[in-house]
C-alpha cells in the first residue's frame, strides 16, 4: 500500500509537470515569434542598437548576400543607401509558424523591382536571434502566372 500510494503521488506529481511544461510551450513561441518580429522593425529601422540586443553576436547566416555574425548584418545595414526611415516601416508578414526553436515567416516585400515572396527561418537560442536562412523571388504579375492561386 506504501508503494502504491508513492507511484500515485510521483504520477501526480510527473502529469502535473508536464502539464506546466506544455502549458509555458504557446507562450515561449509567442515570443520566438515575437522576436522575429522585432527583428525585421529594427532592421527596417536600422535600429543597431535593437539589434544588438536580440541577435547573438556569433549569429550564423545562411543567406549569401549577409556575412555571418551580427557584424555582417551591421555592414549590410552601413550599405544601404539613403537614410533610416523615420517611422517603422510594415515588415509585411502574412503568417508565421513557430515550432521548438524555429520561427518561419512568409513574407510580402515591396522592392526596387516590384513585390516579392519570401520565406525566413530563425532559429531562435537564448531568447535571441540565432540563425537564418532566407528565399524570395519576384511575384509576376498576375496575368503571367500559370494559376490563380498567388502567392499569399
Known amino acids: 500500500m506504501k508503494h502504491l ?18 502549458a509555458a510551450e504557446p ?35 545562411h543567406a549569401p548576400n549577409f556575412e555571418t555574425g551580427i557584424a555582417g548584418t551591421f555592414k549590410f545595414i552601413d550599405a544601404l543607401p539613403g537614410t533610416a526611415p523615420t517611422t517603422p516601416p510594415d515588415p509585411g508578414i502574412i503568417r508565421m509558424v513557430a515550432e521548438g526553436d524555429m520561427v518561419v515567416s512568409h513574407i510580402r516585400r515591396q522592392g526596387p523591382n516590384g513585390v516579392n515572396a519570401a520565406m525566413d527561418i530563425f532559429r ?22 500559370l494559376n490563380k492561386n498567388g502567392f499569399f
Open 124 to 145: 531562435i537560442q537564448d531568447g535571441k536571434i540565432a540563425e537564418h536562412w532566407g528565399v524570395q523571388q519576384a511575384v509576376p504579375p498576375e496575368d503571367k502566372a
Open 27 to 61: 507562450s515561449r513561441l509567442e515570443a520566438n515569434k515575437q522576436l522575429v518580429r522585432d527583428f525585421f522593425v529594427a532592421f527596417g529601422m536600422r535600429d543597431k542598437a535593437k539589434l544588438a540586443q536580440i541577435v547573438r553576436e556569433d549569429y550564423i547566416q
Open 5 to 22: 500510494l508513492s507511484l500515485i503521488a510521483l504520477s501526480a506529481c510527473l502529469a502535473g509537470a508536464s502539464f506546466h511544461a506544455q
